[in-house]
């Protein structure tokens, strides 16, 4: 039973701050669904020394070692050949790898240059699966009974590798016995949630856990039991009573995200949905679209950033625009029956406000925002506002996402 | 003289991998800026026993430590309360920071609960800034001649406290010798890049680092030296060779992203964008949107996901859609025209394509994606053919990116 993991992340480019390390999180989440804790995530830069003591480190302290980054083609990048150096073992040409990259690069068009070839050395004894989303081929090491990773620094590379076989190659090796489920919140503040729920949580201390996010607040139950079943049968019943206390909140679950519950939810009620965006700029309907088959929903969508497009695309009156402003509930209010009458959709959604940094007023400070929706017959509003001091792009998340929720809200209405 | 760092983020959500740490990146960038290497960033879980062994070790190697995570008013953040313990110092008090966050949290219209006070007790003798974006103050902890800084974990506050406070405190105690430039590319691989400037590469092997991204391909050029001129001259002499060998490929430098270089060429020229997506559904909109500002030369974009909202609003004719099918040269073309005089502007920019997973076929797989642009004397489409294999979100990245490249070079062409 292989229970504990750590990971490493190699590459200058980690360290200096030009990239954000998604991978460790990445492997960390992928290896919780196997019932893998991770205790402990290292960056360092593409440094012999610094690798060979973090490795030796971690070869002591962890069961299962993920090292991501520093395969590349380019002489930076030393990773495989510092690791075989920590194991005393020979670098080695495999034949099969080269053969495959040459093959894939031809495939797609790339030229084949000499230093390629170097991504087909690997420590002798090593496995290693082939990759067939980038060059760089996963590496396994078996050193006694500790187990060692060496994956691509390429976050999609990382995901192909993890999904198409070290989940498998890990599922052989354990038996889960940790069950986790997640409750999605929107609507409510963390200090509310832990207030409403904070017997539940002394009760099981390590157990439960907020994560705060701009478009959703999650509380995560972990359990940890001899079986399966007990495992479960805790998470299902502490699940059951924190929803029973926060159901006015909870839109969703686990992988839940609203744009697919989104999907679900127009799909199974055969509606069709159009959005008209001033502040968001078009956000609302990039989330909308980043699901697979939201054709079958979305036909038109519009960004009506200035007060002519809001006229003559959507047929929002001039004398609303004088009265009360771009920024008003009756603006968005003839926005989502403007752009409902323009696509001949179901259900119009439109937001209008004001994401700063500029263009705030005392009446109407940045953080302002409106929703509109209809469905033709039944229209409605919903104003928000943000804290004026954040930015840009965190007001316009926020206010994508309020959007969303508050289009969720009125199909569980209509269809209720 | 301060020049060595170390950066430790805690929180059980990022060893989890719930939460992806963007904080260590922010501050490691942010000190670089400064002159400060960063050598190691390290993720734990709230657990008192991690942290108190981590920040020993980093009190023996390093100078500078941040600490970000772990200061939220829940029974799970333990931070600061354990760096207390760990530096032998009482945990104490502060009525200032209690009156300040009662404050905010009023002002915010926010509820006052009893455990919010948690977060206005920090070691004794340490010195702390006020937080005006959130609740937790930023600690600063001077042992010896380390500096120990504790920072929230919500990476808008880290933001806020690095540029408001923590720079200048650092500013005061260095002077920076260490001078970095990027160089930003575009339309050109990172083997290419390596290939055509293996020499310069050679000669200063530690100065020179690729950063590749969906959007771009950054070269990122760094020089230490004893003098601020002298880090100057190299850095200038380096970037000057680099660029003249690439320049065909070279888009922008540092923090230039293509959003604001197209806010600067649009603005300069006095014209004016619109855009129909159709696979990108509504991200190049919310790319170019991200600026604030862009209502100056955006007023209407569109997102037509099907064949009856191109022909009605963009006047893309039965025929074409027919004939060639709505992912094809001709439809970017249309579609282009359509949107240039759906919104009287002066450029018009679309995109079609198959962003999958569902959707492709033999000769048009997906990956497939056509732009068009016109200005209505002239227009011109290109093709791309991302890999198929690709999740959709990167398709969709990549392209929308794509589309803002052609935008730039069609300016750039009708403007010289």
Known sequence: MYKNAEIIAIGNELITGDVIDTNSALIAKSLLALGIETSIHTSVGDDESQIISLLSTALKRSELIFITGGLGPTDDDITAKVVAKCLNRDFVLKEEIWEHIKKLLGNTGREIYPFNKKQAYIPKGAKYFLNYSGTAPCILLEEGKKRIFLLPGVPSEVSYFIDKEIKHYLAELNNSKIKIKKIKLSGISEAKVNEVIKDIVDKNPTGIAFLPKSSELVIKITAKAKT?????????????????????????????????????????????????????????????????????????????????????????????????????????????????????????????????????????????????????????????????????????????????????????????
Chains 1, 2 share one sequence.
């Open 228 to 416: 399966e079943n007990e495992a479960l049968q805790i998470v299902d019943e502490t699940t059951q009573e924190v929803v029973y206390r926060l159901k006015n909140y909870v839109f969703g679950y686990d992988d839940d995200s609203i744009e697919y519950l989104l999907k679900d939810l127009l799909t199974e009620n055969n509606l069709t949905i159009a959005v008209a965006e001033s502040c968001t700029g078009g956000y609302i309907s990039k989330l909308l679209t980043d699901v697979p088959g939201s054709s079958k929903y979305i036909s038109t969508n519009v960004v009506t950033y200035s007060n002519k497009a809001k006229m003559n695309l959507l047929k929002v009156s001039q004398n609303t625009l004088e009265k009360h402003g771009a920024v008003s509930e009756q603006t968005a209010e003839e926005m989502a029956i403007g752009i409902k009458n323009l696509s001949k959709c179901d259900i119009g959604l439109s937001i209008t406000g004001i994401a700063g940094p500029d263009g705030g007023s005392p009446l109407k400070p940045v953080g302002l925002v409106y929703v509109g929706i209809t469905n033709g017959k039944y229209s409605k509003t919903e104003k928000f506002l943000f804290p004026e001091k954040l930015p840009r792009t965190e007001i316009r998340t926020r206010a994508a996402y309020k959007a969303l929720q508050v289009l969720r809200s009125f199909i569980l209405e209509m269809t209720n």
